[in-house]
């Protein structure tokens, strides 16, 4: 056994320090079990997630077709929900805009709507933040120990370019200015609700003494000559209110809402005085797309020098298509716009997967619950594609390397652990993902002609330390060689977009197999 595990060990750590493309869970059965499939790894299946199982007797006597898909959602650093916010905030913001150009007045509330947009840039900024939508599906062919397939697997990345720059609303030529309204003071009435407006407008300064007066009204009092702090700015917004029979009380909520944002908004604001225009700004979410299909031939047979240790292999043809667009989401509430690509490359690239397996009871065949260990490396040549003519240069598919952990404490039940050796890359840029994968099977009927199986796992993330726990679960009836088999994945965690809640993370899998 020692023999075995310093080969695996050995093999291993020459791809540990590689990065990749996020591990695709394909297949119903792995998904059902956390993504824990490299030391089970059985049927057509088998060629993706270890070809080295080709070979296992287990896995030699199931030949047939599969036919998976997979789609999936993960959302990081809130960016579903303020993007969503934001666009709800739209005809809000055009408003504003619309006075910064015209050289009109704005009224208190709408001064809250641009302090929040502040706090949810603010919230935006920075990398880790983002989503992926993910899907895997194809047709996988067995036969004995040879394996043909054609896999697509396509990662979505939307990433936010946040310009926390141009922001300022009291650029010269272009402002919002109070002049000329009814009332230059605001009523006696107001006094309560112009102290909340002050006590908020310098809550969001910081160490910047009137910095929101100079990011509104700029530092040559474009606003008008009678504004020249917070304190008159304040007053001016509640006069401007008062000329439109907005009560004191609106003004004060307005004053609350200001309050509630001045931590996230402050620094942007601080940052944003020495910017440009608010009607300048260039904030954008970019949707990155890369889709993958794998024209692969697999193969697997033991090896001599270790009992019970097979070795397989898969020669590949890949065509990856690149796509790049963006989507300011200041200026467009339609979300859907953002995928809208109209430069698409592709090209195509060999590539080469290795895969091991050891039935370790063939050299310790005293050893209970039939222990089995897998390791496989994806794409060891790191093949390379074209990227889209606007963003330039080749985007490299690096290696990933898995290693995997099995047992069966009975025929009927099943336990394993898989575990990212790459610490690999995602389509959001800085977040990154090193998967650990437990799971459990246990197989009703357990019989040839009929069976229905119960799975369950858990899959965490260990290269973020914001990720949370994601649970699945899955199911299927096999009646003779048809198989049919769904599963699903959701998180722990949970985000909120266009006001609904929902996971941060969630998946769902269906296959049918025809299997002899």
């Given amino acids: 056994m020692k023999k075995g595990l310093i080969t695996l060990t050995l093999i291993a750590s020459c791809a540990c320090f590689a990065s990749a493309e996020q591990w695709k869970t394909l297949g119903t059965r792995p998904m059902g079990m956390g993504g824990a499939f490299v030391a089970m790894a059985q049927g057509p299946m088998a060629q993706y997630w270890n070809p080295g199982g080709l070979a296992m007797k287990s896995s030699a006597s ?77 047709a996988n062919f067995k036969f004995a120990k040879v394996a043909i397939s054609i896999n697509n697997y396509t990662s979505i990345g939307l990433n936010p370019y946040i310009d926390v720059r141009n922001l300022g609303l009291g650029t010269t030529g272009t402002s919002i200015q109070f002049a000329g309204n009814s009332g230059a003071s605001a009523p006696s009435g107001y006094a309560t609700a112009v102290s909340n407006l002050t006590t908020a407008l310098n809550r969001l300064d910081g160490t910047n003494t009137n910095a929101v007066y100079k990011l509104l009204c700029g530092t040559g009092g474009n606003c008008d000559s009678s504004i ?87 020669l590949k043809m890949i065509n990856g298509q690149m796509g790049h667009t963006g989507f300011r989401f200041m200026e467009n509430s339609k979300t859907g716009d953002a995928f809208q690509m109209d430069n698409l490359k592709t090209s195509w690239a060999p590539a080469i997967d290795l895969g091991f397996l050891w039935d370790i009871n063939e050299k310790y065949p005293k050893l209970p619950f039939h222990p089995k260990m897998g390791l496989v490396i994806r794409n060891l040549n790191s093949p390379k594609f074209d990227r889209p003519d606007q963003v330039g240069g080749t985007y490299k598919l690096d290696r990933q390397a898995r290693l995997g952990f099995a047992i069966h404490p009975a025929k009927f039940w099943s336990f394993a652990l ?99």
């Fill in 228 to 314: 020249t702090n917070n304190a008159t700015l304040a007053n001016a917004l509640a006069a401007y209110a008062s000329s439109l029979n907005i009560t004191p009380t609106q003004v004060s909520e307005a004053a609350q809402n200001i309050s509630n944002y001045a931590a996230t908004a402050g620094p942007v604001v601080n940052g944003a005085i020495s910017g440009g225009s608010y009607t300048g700004n260039e904030s954008n979410l970019t949707v990155d797309a890369a889709s993958f299909t794998e024209i692969a031939f697999g193969y697997g047979k033991f090896v001599k020098f270790l009992d019970g240790l097979s070795i397989g292999a898969n």
């Fill in 62 to 138: 199931i030949s047939g077709l599969e036919i998976p898909i997979t789609m999936g959602l993960e959302a990081t650093g809130d960016i579903l929900k303020n993007t969503s916010e934001i666009g709800e905030m739209v005809n809000q913001l055009s408003a504003v805009k619309s006075a910064q150009r015209g050289h009109s007045a704005i009224t208190p509330a709408q001064a809250a709507d641009f302090v929040k947009t502040m706090s949810l840039l603010g919230s935006m900024t920075g990398e880790g933040k983002g989503a992926m939508i993910e899907t895997a599906g194809g």
């Fill in 418 to 516: 898989d575990m990212d050796m790459t610490k690999n890359k995602t389509a959001v840029r800085g977040f990154e993902s090193r998967q650990l994968a437990l799971g459990t099977e246990i197989n009703l009927v357990n019989a040839k002609a009929f069976n229905i199986p119960l799975r369950a796992g858990l899959m965490k993330n260990m290269a973020e330390k914001s990720s949370k726990m994601a649970y699945t679960m899955g199911t299927g009836i096999n009646l003779l060689y048809l198989h049919f088999d769904v599963a699903a994945a959701i998180s722990s965690d949970t985000t909120i977009m266009d006001g609904e809640k929902i996971p941060t993370k969630g998946t769902i899998s269906a296959s049918l197999g025809l299997l002899f």
